[in-house]
Every structure is written in structure tokens, then in C-alpha cells.
């Protein structure tokens, strides 16, 4: 089943902060984060797992809440490169699945 | 340099033809994969193959099959049986963990 993302788009001003959302309503093994810029290949941003291992950008936090399965990316202090549109993908296993992507939050920063 | 390569970037077919869309990586990993995207929308899987000579149907398999003979290369052909092709095809591939997906730069198929 589809996770869902919010809010669906986002304006912020250069230097404000940005949270998005993803849930699910099947139990998750992991949950990674993307942003993908038009006409270009989504861009890996973090991966977090069931057991509390994560790996990503330093700039960049996605708590994993395992009880809800949620996670919410954190984007501080953003800036004018991170506007695009960010995905969340999930796998239910911890095998070589593929991944159950969201619809995308679209995330516009200006100056 | 290693990475994921999709040729070409641009592809126009007719109604009614096959066409194979290339993936090549040189990363050494085992899985691979193939989404389509459509405007303004997510990524949906269409085939996985974890290793050589096996691959798994995805959520949207239909009028799509794919190859796996070469470690390095998971081609997809789009058959005359997908009633909608048009559409943005990305190929990612895992690392020998099986965790975090990278993708290549896609291919943008138009169909008329």
C-alpha cells in the first residue's frame, strides 16, 4: 500500500525550516527519502531502519517512528538548491525488494 | 567512474512497437530495478531482479518484460500490450546490502 505524504506542496523564504511527512499503514522495515528535481533521476537522500540505523546527508534528519510507522524529514536552514520534489519509499521487508513510493511533497524555496 | 546508465534519453515509438530500454551499471551491485513515473506523480515498480537469471514482477508488470543474463544489465522492453507507455522509465540498483536504491538518469519514452 502507498505511504502518504504531507503537506503535498510546501513555499518557504531561503534560511526557514521544512518538515515532511510519511506514513504507512503496514508495519515498515525501512524508509527512504528522495528529491528529484524536473526532468532529472530522483536523488538518495537518507535510509533509516527498523532497529534505529540510518544513513544520509549531515544537513538532513528523518526520525523513524516504528511504533507508527512514520518518519518526517527535517530540512534546517534551507536553502535555494533544495527545492524539488521529495519522495518517500518503503519496503515492508528487509530482503532486495523494490521500494512503495509516495505521491511526492513539492518543496519551492525562494529568495 | 561507477554508475547507472540508461541510453537513450529520449525515445519516440509508434503505437504498436516493442521497444527495449537499456541499464547499465558498473557499481557491482547485485538487485535492480525498474519504475515508471508518470506527470506529477510517484514512482511505481514494474520488475526487480535480485540476481542473475531471476527477476520479480512489480506492481504494474503487465505489457512489460524484462532480462536479466549479465549482472551488469537489467534491459526492460515495453510491449505493444501496455495500453498507456508514455512515460518517464528510471532504473535503480542496490547496494550488496540491499538497502539504499540509486538511480540512473531515466528515459523518456513518448508513444504516438
Known amino acids: 500500500q502507498q505511504p502518504v505524504q504531507s503537506p503535498q506542496a510546501v513555499i518557504l523564504r531561503e534560511g526557514e525550516d521544512a518538515v515532511i511527512n510519511c506514513s504507512s499503514s503496514?508495519?515498515?522495515?525501512?524508509v527512504h527519502w528522495y528529491r528529484q528535481k524536473h526532468g532529472e533521476a530522483p536523488i538518495f537522500l537518507m535510509i533509516?531502519?527498523?532497529?534505529?540505523e540510518q544513513k544520509g546527508h549531515d544537513k538532513i534528519s528523518a526520525p523513524f517512528n516504528e511504533k507508527k510507522q512514520q518518519s518526517s524529514l527535517y530540512l534546517t536552514a534551507s536553502q535555494l538548491s533544495y527545492s524539488g520534489t521529495y519522495f518517500c519509499g518503503t519496503r515492508s521487508g528487509g530482503g532486495a525488494d523494490g521500494l512503495t513510493f509516495g505521491k511526492g511533497t513539492h518543496l519551492i524555496i525562494q529568495p | 567512474d561507477g554508475g547507472i546508465t540508461q541510453s537513450p534519453k529520449y525515445l519516440f515509438r509508434k503505437e504498436g512497437q516493442n521497444v527495449t530500454l537499456s541499464c547499465e551499471q558498473n557499481?557491482?551491485?547485485?538487485?535492480m530495478y525498474w519504475y515508471r513515473q508518470d506527470p506529477g506523480q510517484g514512482l511505481r515498480l514494474i520488475y526487480y531482479?535480485?540476481?542473475?537469471?531471476?527477476?520479480q514482477k512489480g506492481d504494474i508488470a503487465e505489457g512489460y518484460s524484462v532480462s536479466r543474463e549479465k549482472k551488469e544489465s537489467f534491459p526492460l522492453t515495453v510491449t505493444s500490450a501496455q495500453k498507456n507507455p508514455t512515460a518517464f522509465y528510471l532504473c535503480?540498483?542496490?547496494?550488496?546490502?540491499?538497502?539504499?536504491?540509486?538511480f540512473g538518469p531515466g528515459t523518456r519514452l513518448t508513444v504516438t
Open positions: 503496514k508495519a515498515l522495515y525501512s
Open positions: 533509516l531502519l527498523k532497529g534505529g
Open positions: 557499481l557491482n551491485h547485485d538487485a
Open positions: 531482479s535480485q540476481i542473475v537469471n531471476d527477476f
Open positions: 535503480a540498483s542496490s547496494t550488496p546490502g540491499k538497502r539504499e536504491q540509486y
